[in-house]
C-alpha cells in the first residue's frame, strides 16, 4: 500500500493508516517511516481465536474512527478494516491475489463496495464469496510490479546484514504457521534448510519467535534480529525459497530465481507464473542448487507498471457523494 498512499498524498488526500502488531508489520512501517496508529494484535491461528481477534479489532477500529472524517477505507485482504467501514457507513475497497482463503474471502467481498484482483484469477471463482461483476475490478500483471515500480535495490543491504561479498547468497521465507489455508507439516522445507546451509550463506526471514527459536538452535543461519530491506535482500540474492506468496512474486518482479514451497491449494497467480517459468514449484530438496548470478549483466526485464493506476482501481467512484 505504500505507493498508493503516496499516490492519494498526491491528489491531496488525507491518509490515516492502522496496522496490527504481527510478524514484521510495524518494524515494516517504522523502517519505511509511514505514520500509523498500532491497533490490536494477532490472537493465533485457530478459528476462533481468529474470531475473536476479529470482532476485537473491528470494535477497537470504529472506536479509533468515530468522530473523524472517513470518505473511504481501504486494505489488502483486512477483514477488520471492511468490518469497521461497513458499521460506520463508510465504503471501502479490499485487494487481494489468493483466491483460496475462503474466511476471508467471503467476509471481505460481501462487506466492500470495491474488490481488486489480478486478471489471472478468473472471475467465477469469486462470485461465491460475493464478489459481483458491479464490484470486481482486475488489473493486470502481478501487484508487485505496482508497488515495486519506483525500487532500485541497495547493494549495502546483504553486507549489513553478515553476508560475505562473493560467496553465493540463499534467502529463505519460512512458512506461514498461523495461516488458516496453510496447515501443513514441512519436513520438505527442513530439508531444504539444511541443503542450503551446506551450499551457501542463508538468510532465513522468520515470521513468528517460534520460528525463530527453531532456527536459532538449528545454528548455522543469518537470521535478522529486526525487519529489513528485505527487497534489496532478494534483488541480491542468488536464489530465493518461500513458502508464502509475497516475497515469491517480488522475486519474479526483481529478476531473482525463485522456488515455491507452498503446500496449499495452488492460487491462478503462481499456477499462471509457474507456466511461464518465472516461479518453480520445490518437490524434492535436491532441486535446487545455488548458482551465483552475474548481477551486472542479468538477462532477466523487469516490468514495471503504474502504482496511480491501481490506486484508481480502488478508489475512482468510490467516495460517497459530498466525499473529496
Known sequence: MR???????????????TARDFAQTLGLLERFRIPHTAIGRHRGGRLTAKGVGLASRSGALVRWARGRRFDVALGHGSNDVTVAARALGIPSATTFDYEWATVQHTINCRLARRVVVPEAIPPERLVRYGATPAKL????GLKEEYYLADFEPDPAVPAALGV??????????????????????HSLFADLLARLRDQAQ????PRTPEQRAELAAA????????AVDAQSLVACADVVVSAGGTMNREA???????WTTFEGRLGA?????IAAGRL?????PEDVTVVPRDHAHDPAARIRRDPDAFCDLLVDGLVRPGGA
Open 219 to 226: 545454528g548455522g543461519y543469518l537470521v535478522p534480529d529486526r
Open 164 to 185: 560475505r561479498p562473493g560467496a553465493p547468497l540463499a534467502v529463505v521465507r519460512t512458512p506461514p504457521a498461523v495461516s488458516l489455508y496453510h496447515r501443513f507439516e
Open 202 to 205: 542463508t538468510v532465513v526471514l
Open 280 to 284: 518453480r514449484r520445490l518437490e524434492r
Open 137 to 140: 475490478r482486475r488489473y493486470p
Open 269 to 273: 497467480v503462481d499456477a499462471q507464473l
Open 252 to 258: 519474479v518482479a526483481l529478476g531473482t530465481p525463485v
Open 3 to 17: 505507493p498508493v498512499i503516496a499516490a492519494l498524498e498526491r491528489r491531496g488526500v488525507e491518509v490515516s493508516v
